[in-house]
């Protein structure tokens, strides 16, 4: 079972940053393509940033391009959205979720698709609001 634990949500003013983190508890990240989403009330999930099992290569939702930053440390079982320039729009919880990869999946690619991932974290809620 993969367990997936966001944090590093809360309040912030626009323009300001918030650096998200998610752990999968008790195992490995290595063999995952891990993606963040993020849901408003009343509105879809959206894909916000992926980042592939190999390479690291991340992908951007149009939305957060030039204002967020996807990475992972698969040391520490981690990876991070680094948000800069918050809008107000960009409230919403955000989840981290994970793909298993095999190995007759490309690794070097991922998806903003949610319905692709199988694994889901809790959420974290963030607010952007003066």
């Known amino acids: 079972q993969v367990q997936l634990v966001e944090s590093g949500g809360g309040l912030v003013q626009p323009g300001g940053s918030l650096r998200l983190s998610c752990v999968r508890s008790?195992?490995?990240?290595?063999?995952?393509?891990i993606g963040w989403f993020r849901q408003a009330p009343g509105q879809e999930r959206e894909g916000v940033s992926c980042i592939s099992k190999d390479y690291g290569h991340t992908y951007n939702a149009d939305s957060v391009k030039g204002r967020f930053t996807m990475s992972r440390d698969n040391v520490k079982n981690m990876v991070y959205l680094q948000m800069n320039s918050l809008k107000p729009e960009d409230t919403a919880v955000y989840y981290c979720a994970a793909l298993r990869v095999y190995a007759w999946d490309r690794g070097d690619v991922c998806s903003l698709d949610s319905s692709e991932y199988d694994y889901w974290g809790q959420g974290t809620q963030v607010t952007v609001s003066s």
């Open positions: 008790g195992g490995t990240l290595d063999y995952y393509a």
